[in-house]
């Protein structure tokens, strides 16, 4: 079926017409009965032009930095779509292009790129190509109409460009005059493209006027090819670069030396950073710094995968220096040329077989399967698992606040008042007054002016780390921080750039690069880090926001209810003043026992965001059942002591315990995560499988949750539990473990 629609009016015509002969007149139908079109026209034709639509479906704003932006409209009513159309009397609609491609030349006919692209399509040894309009000169009312030639190495090789003006000659002679190219630029660099096929032509143009790639204007002049190839060929501007390249990647091989802390002489140009020199993740990181630092460039998150030898670095900062790196970064593009197999089946996916592969060499005995295990009961000290009790140290229920009676006599009186669900977006139809007593009860927990309650703490994460910051700003986040803070920084349209964990110096050495560069920075932690329950230095990072002028945002899913007196998390920890950090983000599904996520800061923040934040004005309110649960766990929380002087006795016996029999605890020590380092993926299966069958549940973690080779059992502790347990626990793992054979690191 063909017809024309765009994401800001939805479907707005469709040809109905079955006929064969009518579709192959590539017509996009009639517009429908709830639908106007007209056209702005741009020549002597006026059913030729710009289409604008008028219809009730149009969207009222769009949300660009997390401030909205109402829709360009043309006297009142008229939405502009960029589209250069053809209205026929009996009202169908035929595209010719887009406004901004078209090109206006000396004939003031209007050019369309694709129309010529096409005939410029058989030549040979072209890698990438394009038709666009530039000027001679900015002040130039028309255009020349320019074919655009990515040669790569041939664009050194005068025989090939000297075949080419004559194969490009013998294809504009066919041309009607007035769309014949006038002007011919070839380039080794790779084009801008979109979807990895189709060239940005607007970014093209703009990268040729402003100077920001290698290129040079071929003459069209015909002339006969070289035929003397006796003495080689040497081009000045090669062997400049080659030599501006050597002095990069020597200063680059001295950054691989210390940082790898091995000799430079022993480190060739073409070696791995981690296969071949023995280097890791966060090493990596060390590294885009420290050349950041040397060549005052900055290298996006998305180029790391190019920093793994000292060539493949070197060229990439060749190119920042030379200003030739303002397009995505080669990796995310693709080889213009690369073949693609189409996939049908998802079975055939490359992510599929991996993952079955992976899963196959690990769980041979679906039995052994140590995920999605049911378990039919609070999860306490102790749950029912398939049928029968067991000891449990997989849980983040760390307060035992899920389960407990005042918690779930309160849910069902929300319920009873309430019913099941906010029944709508808290904006429009789902606010309760229940959800406003929650957020009032959140804020003075968490000693903040106001805060805003969500569905999901993952989610909560994602909308604003994705939405708060802009394309003028920056965000650093710790690099072991968690996937939604991470996939929040996919989603924003800000820099974003990970720094070594809790690694202060470096982090301040990236702030005195790029402080001045953005508008707003935003720095991410967490209080309590999942995989190694280590507590970052909150203070340390205070100290750093306030000198620099930034935005401190810290995840306080596993440390509210673990740390501090009475479990206020690392404000209290740390004494904290009130706006010492910025935005406070926490769930509820941890030691609050509910579920959901919460961000707590001052009143005009949480205000801008009730009216702006995508995940809460598009998402349903917060059951009032899990309102309702969340504010008596928040009471609990207050009034009863013996929550924390629990929680504290238990980490305490667990540490003293695991330290005892030599376990390495990885950075663990004062909160209620302690893992339990075991190396290898398969040795940490076997062990949670055991450890299972002696009637204790913990859970590993594996790659790429935790780094390779640092697979381990990642033991929770909750309140419930009592010394004798947590002894019984761990003399069961070291016994299993030896019985087993394994030998865990120390």
């Not at 664009?155 to 014949?180: A, C, G, H, M, P």
């Not at 003459?219 to 060929?233: A, G, T, V, Y």
Request: proline share 4%.
């Amino acid at each position: 079926v063909c017809g024309f629609g765009m994401t800001e009016t939805a479907i707005t015509s469709v040809e109905t017409d079955m006929s064969l002969r009518s579709r192959l007149k590539a017509s996009v139908g009639r517009p429908l009965s709830n639908i106007d079109y007209k056209i702005i026209p741009n020549g002597t034709n006026e059913n030729v032009g710009e289409m604008l639509i008028k219809s009730n479906a149009i969207h009222i704003a769009k949300l660009e930095g997390g401030k909205q932006v109402d829709p360009e409209r043309i006297d009142c009513d008229w939405f502009p779509t960029g589209d250069i159309v053809r209205i026929e009397k009996d009202k169908r609609v035929f595209v010719e292009g887009r406004c901004k491609d078209l090109i206006i030349n000396e004939s003031g006919e209007n050019v369309y790129p694709d129309e010529i692209e096409d005939f410029f399509s058989v030549l040979n040894n072209v890698e990438q190509f394009s038709v666009v309009g530039i000027k001679k000169h900015k002040n130039d009312i028309y255009e020349d109409i320019c074919l655009v030639l990515n040669l790569g190495e041939n664009y050194y090789n005068d025989n090939f460009t000297t075949q080419l003006v004559n194969e490009i000659n013998n294809i504009n002679s066919k041309l009607s005059v007035i769309k014949r190219i006038n002007r011919v630029i070839v380039t080794p660099e790779k084009l801008p493209l979109v979807n990895v096929i189709k060239v940005k032509r607007l970014e093209l143009k703009s990268n040729i006027e402003n100077n920001k790639i290698i290129y040079k204007d071929l003459s069209l002049e015909r002339k006969e090819s070289i035929k003397s190839k006796s003495e080689p060929q040497v081009f000045v501007n090669k062997s400049h670069h080659e030599l501006e390249i050597n002095e990069i990647k020597n200063k680059v091989a001295d950054a691989f030396s210390e940082i790898l802390e091995i000799s430079k002489d022993n480190i060739q140009y073409d070696a791995h950073f981690i296969d071949d020199l023995g280097g890791d993740s966060l090493q990596i990181l060390s590294l885009a710094l420290k050349v950041e630092e040397l060549f005052s460039v900055n290298i996006e998150v998305v180029e790391y995968p190019q920093c793994t030898s000292i060539n493949d670095i070197s060229s990439l900062l060749y190119r920042k220096i030379k200003g030739l790196k303002n397009y995505e970064s080669e990796t995310e593009r693709g080889d213009f040329l690369e073949k693609v197999i189409p996939i049908k089946n998802f079975k055939d996916s490359p992510e599929y077989i991996e993952f079955h592969e992976r899963e196959q060499s690990l769980l041979k005995n679906p039995e052994d399967n140590p995920y999605f295990v049911r378990h039919e009961s609070p999860l306490l000290d102790v749950s029912l698992m398939d049928g029968h009790e067991v000891l449990n140290f997989g849980s983040y229920n760390y307060a035992c606040l899920s389960g407990r009676k005042e918690v779930n006599d309160a849910a069902k009186r929300a319920i009873d008042k309430y019913g099941t669900s906010a029944s709508g977006s808290r904006l429009l139809a789902g606010e309760k007054q229940i959800h406003r007593d929650l957020e009032a009860a959140i804020a003075k927990f968490k000693n903040a002016e106001d805060a805003i309650v969500l569905v999901g703490g993952h989610s909560t994460n994602v909308t604003f780390i994705g939405n708060f910051c802009s394309k003028k700003d920056l965000i650093l986040y710790d690099a072991l921080a968690h996937n939604s803070i991470e996939e929040g920084c996919r989603l924003s349209e800000a820099t974003a750039k990970p720094f070594p964990h809790n690694d202060i110096k470096l982090l301040e050495q990236m702030l005195k690069v790029h402080r001045d560069k953005y508008e707003k920075i935003l720095i991410v932690i967490e209080g309590v880090y999942s995989m190694d329950g280590d507590i970052a230095d909150v203070p340390a990072f205070v100290a750093l926001k306030k000198r620099y002028g930034c935005f401190l945002f810290v995840d306080e899913a596993h440390s509210t209810c673990v740390i501090g007196e009475n479990g206020g998390g690392v404000d209290e920890y740390f004494n904290l003043a009130p706006d010492d950090i910025d935005i406070k983000m926490g769930t509820l599904s941890k030691g609050l026992g509910t579920c959901g996520g919460y961000l707590a800061g001052s009143k005009e923040l949480i205000n801008y965001l009730r009216y702006s934040l995508p995940g809460f004005v598009f998402s349903v309110g917060i059951s009032p059942a899990l309102a309702g649960a969340t504010l008596e766990a928040i009471n609990l929380m207050q009034t009863d002591k013996t929550i924390m002087e629990r929680m504290r006795r238990n980490i305490k016996c667990f540490v003293d315990q695991a330290k005892k029999l030599n376990f390495n605890i990885c950075l663990a020590g004062e909160t209620a995560i302690i893992p339990i380092l075991v190396g290898s993926d398969k040795n940490a299966f076997i062990l949670s499988n055991a450890m299972s069958k002696n009637g204790i549940f913990v859970p590993p973690a594996v790659y790429p949750a935790v780094p390779k080779n640092k697979a381990r059992l990642r033991f929770c502790v909750v309140s419930d539990h009592k010394p004798e347990q947590i002894k019984h626990a761990l003399n069961t793992l070291a016994a299993v473990a030896k019985s087993l054979d394994i030998q865990l690191p120390r």
